[in-house]
């Protein structure tokens, strides 16, 4: 690989070219031969191999999408034929003498036994995550060695992009589980040595035992979801907790709301800490990599930065399939260059940004490479969920999460879909369920809620109801569910 330090500030000219070739080697000489699912898929489109030399040809493969990763009565185990599968024979086939030769070597001078061995240390499943949409079946995701290797490069990146010291003590307090934001700062602390306590969120310690851990580790950094690290540290502020130790708060697994951050700040300010810095990053398991915020003093938006070496990002109309002019919004698809085991190619996310791709040089950090918007919309996080016809309008529950999640009134938040009289043929009907903060009106927030919907969505919640925080609390499940329960589907069956 070239030198991450250099490849941060390449001219995007050189960024691209690098890319292309990476890229056309890729479909050569891993993804076409040893994928049964891409080979399948490039034969039946009439796509050649050696056609994908640029990434503007891409074009010519058809989109994939977890549909086709999903198992069926007749492939219940469909997921496996998206693992890289080498053998001898497609080796020999498929590799230029340049990568025939060392196993060669390795072969006259150490046995077939060490070529064997290296192959696997290649391709071999060693590592398994899932995916984890809502109300999408997981989907196992499988890691070889070399991908393990990728997730230890990327940390460092994660690290230096967000400009956090390798002297930091680290909070990792997103839940244990199979799921990539965990395993990425977990790999991203054993690359760079960084001291990193894993509490395995709520589900595990309980807020009391990771604010415990937290204090008596002095953390630098606090890593975790936005809902449960809100959670967190508003508990902290109203126990009156030191927390002045903390220099920056990353957040993942869900996208940031607008405003978020200031809250956040403010309940830091409350503990002790100032000046802190709050990131956003983005990831999805079938990347099987993440992409942070670079630091500013107001904690802007500032887009995610992007490994140009490591994968190419295309933004399509969520229609038609098409790519959009630059700078576009629409969906998001996916194409690693360094991929092995599990391996998607040209991945529909599913997620939906708004201003595309920005290809200038950040205006806060000077880097050269390609950002993702961080006005980011996790439909993949919702599937069926994501639309809801309120009142003949169709909007988007993930943009009601931003609105609600951006309130400084409102602390904790369930949107409740329901049927009118509970009648399965009647309409959708949206009710809002919320707790306020201390020594707000409920009048009032009922008010700017039902606003702020209108001029944002244009419609508002059939019914706003309040709770109590800690019934809120646990009407979402905080500390016992992996992810709160945000969305909840009432609606009876027809």
Not at 256 to 278: M, N, Q, S, W, Y
Not at 336 to 352: E, I, K, N, Q
Not at 372 to 394: C, F, H, M, N, P
Not at 429 to 445: L, N, P, T, W, Y
Request: hydrophobic fraction near 40%.
């Amino acid at each position: 690989m070239i030198p991450w330090q250099r490849l941060q500030r390449m001219p995007r000219s050189e960024q691209r070219a690098l890319q292309n070739d990476l890229l056309a080697r890729y479909v050569r000489e891993y993804l076409y031969p040893f994928s049964p699912h891409y080979r399948a898929l490039f034969d039946a489109a009439g796509v050649r191999p050696e056609q994908i030399r640029t990434a503007d040809d891409l074009r010519r493969v058809p989109l994939s999408s977890k549909r086709d990763l999903l198992p069926t009565a007749d492939e219940p185990q469909k997921f496996k034929r998206f693992i890289l599968q080498p053998d001898a024979a497609t080796i020999r086939a498929a590799w230029p003498l340049r990568k025939k030769l060392p196993l060669l070597w390795e072969k006259w001078t150490h046995g077939v036994e060490a070529v064997r061995a290296r192959v696997r240390q290649e391709f071999a499943p060693c590592f398994m995550t899932f995916t984890t949409g809502r109300s999408a079946e997981p989907v196992p995701f499988f890691y070889s060695p070399h991908d393990i290797r990728n997730l230890h490069v990327t940390g460092g990146r994660l690290i230096d992009v967000m400009g956090l010291s390798t002297e930091y003590r680290v909070a990792n307090v997103f839940p244990y589980a199979p799921h990539l934001a965990f395993w990425q700062v977990f790999f991203a602390g054993q690359a760079t040595g960084m001291m990193a306590l894993s509490t395995g969120g709520g589900k595990v310690m309980g807020s009391t035992g990771d604010l415990r851990a937290i204090t008596r580790l002095r953390a630098d950094a606090l890593i975790g979801v936005p809902g449960y690290v809100y959670h967190l540290l508003r508990r902290a502020a109203a126990e009156g907790l030191d927390l002045s130790s903390i220099r920056c708060v990353v957040l993942g697994a869900e996208r940031v709301a607008p405003g978020l951050k200031a809250k956040i700040c403010e309940l830091l300010a409350a503990t002790g800490a100032h000046d802190v810095r709050v990131f956003g990053t983005y990831g999805f398991t079938e990347a099987r990599m993440a992409w942070a915020e670079c630091p500013t003093r107001d904690n802007a938006y500032t887009g995610y930065h992007l490994y140009p070496d490591l994968a190419v990002f295309e933004v399509i109309d969520p229609k038609t399939g098409e790519v959009v002019p630059e700078g576009e919004d629409g969906e998001l698809v996916f194409t690693p260059l360094h991929a092995r085991a599990s391996t998607v190619f040209r991945y529909r996310t599913g997620d939906r940004v708004r201003g595309g791709l920005q290809y200038e040089p950040c205006p806060h950090c000077g880097r050269t490479m390609p950002r993702i918007s961080s006005d980011l919309t996790r439909e993949s996080s919702l599937a069926d969920l994501q639309l809801l016809k309120v009142k003949g309008t169709l909007i988007n529950l993930e943009d009601c999460a931003m609105l609600l999640g951006s309130m400084p009134e409102v602390e904790e938040w369930q949107i409740e879909l329901r049927k009118k009289d509970d009648d399965p043929l009647e309409v959708d009907e949206m009710i809002v369920h919320v707790a306020v903060r201390d020594g707000c009106s409920e009048e009032q927030a009922t008010q700017n809620l039902r606003d702020l919907f209108k001029s944002r969505l244009e419609v508002q919640p059939n019914h706003v109801q309040f709770l109590g925080l800690e019934a809120m609390l646990r009407k979402i499940g905080m500390e016992t569910e992996m992810k709160e329960k945000r969305f909840v589907d009432a609606r009876p069956k027809a």
